[in-house]
């Protein structure tokens, strides 16, 4: 009988409970391949020229090293330029596919890449970027051969296809401005041999099909996205990311809470709401934020929008954003690190936003800070988080701010936003807790066409004035709004702006 088995139904609409074996097949071996027991991940791009693939290169690289992952990107354009001089191997002639030895020299260079790619990942590297057109699928079966030839490795391509032509045209331009290929060019000659480059690529060019394993699609940056077997961290933390990122400009700020009014076991009350100091803070970073925000809507000419708000689930940093007008987004994961048994029993020292001083907890916890020297990522606190534990939490938020098209305030707590501010500024995580933050100010970043950002720091008084009153930096936003949008907020309310650094 076929029906040898349960005959109620009840098997049939619940699941059979038997244990027999699931059907294993290159699908499952794929999905293996992809989950976090794999050693390593090359992440292979795929894209015409002009199309982002650096862009997504980069950030995606930024993103992952913040991760803790060891991640490194090999650019075959820039295996090409040290081969050859860029003011030959960039010339549209060299990427004639009629041309053999052109087509033989690429194909060297784009082998000798891989090659340290997959050298990288013999050493412990977890991530290689291989940043190259792999524009063919003779191209791509050759490389995903290699790939498998070391067995333990995973390939998943990613390609930017991007049919928008005044994207396309500002890749161009930009490509054309600081690629070393065109130096010795005019303007008008960049973008005719780029041009003529994109063409010969054209003529050849075949897009990803769903034969050739895990891959994930990007149109215009994300506007329509396809994935393809895409499993694990892959699914998990790199999809997500290039569904969020994209080229608009908008601020991001960056600011501790205020002083909370009750000190509590560990140096502040985690349930204090704000002293009258940080009540003052408060409404000095609500008039930035809006005098800012004006600013920004009237140099961008977009429709303006409210700013997006993510705090904290404290009530001083909740309180912190509340003269925004802004309805907080508060969320859990940027609550302080839980520093466990080392952050107890701080009563006699004075604790900066949650933080007792290194030197102190040198003193006593020797034992952890011994550990802490060693490897202060993934060092725990007794009882606590490590470094990296707070940045698995963050990653979820970050991906949100990524995929904000509106100015944001982040208000949150020290340690939170080092990490954060290690992210924007391109620094290792594992130096991050060295970065200082302003007690009383704001940091300002906004993202580059490059896929870096640029930050600097604007300091808010907290204090009131010889009269007894707070300083009103409201009211300065209000009388100098109809003043060029090029004057930066260093002239609002006696900020001390710090110089850019470029991330």
Known sequence: MANSGDTSGDAYYNGAQNMGSAIRSDRQLLREQLTPDARGLIVAMVGLPARGKSFISRKLERFLKWSGSTTKTFNVGKYRRDAVMPERSGRSEFFDNHNPDSVAAREKMAMTALADAIKFLDEGGKFAIFDATNSTVARRQSIAEQVRAHGHYSLIWVEAVCDDEEVVRFNMLTKVKY??????????????????????????????????GAFIKLFNLSSKVMAN???????????????????????IWLARAGPGSTKGQNGVDRNSTLSDEGQRYAKHLAAFVQHRSRRYWDSSGNPQEQTKVFTSTMPRAVESAFPTSALPDKRSALNPIDKGVVGAGWWDVECPDD???????????????????????????PGGESYLDVIMRLESVLIDVEMCTSPVLIVSHITVLQLLLAYFKGVPVEEAWKMSLP??????????????????????????????????????????????????????AAEVKRPKVSA
């Open 179 to 212: 690629s070393p290929d065109f130096k010795e060019m005019s303007a008008d000659q960049a973008m005719s041999d780029l041009t003529a480059r994109i063409q010969k690529y054209s003529e050849i060019y075949e897009t990803i099909q769903d034969s050739e």
């Open 229 to 251: 077997h895409c499993y694990g961290r892959v699914a998990k933390s790199i999809l997500p990311y290039l569904m969020a990122i994209h080229i608009g400009s908008r601020p």
């Open 355 to 381: 933080v007792p001083p290194w030197s102190e907890v040198e003193k006593r916890h020797p034992d952890f800070m011994d550990q802490w020297h060693k490897n202060p990522l993934v060092c725990q606190f």
């Open 439 to 492: 007690k009383f100010g704001v940091v300002e970043v906004h993202p580059t066409s490059g896929g870096s950002f640029l930050c600097e720091e604007h300091l808010l008084s907290s204090q009131p004035t010889g009269d007894g009153t707070s300083t009103s930096l409201e009211k300065r936003c209000r009388d100098d709004a109809s003043e060029s949008p090029s004057i930066m907020a260093a002239d609002v």
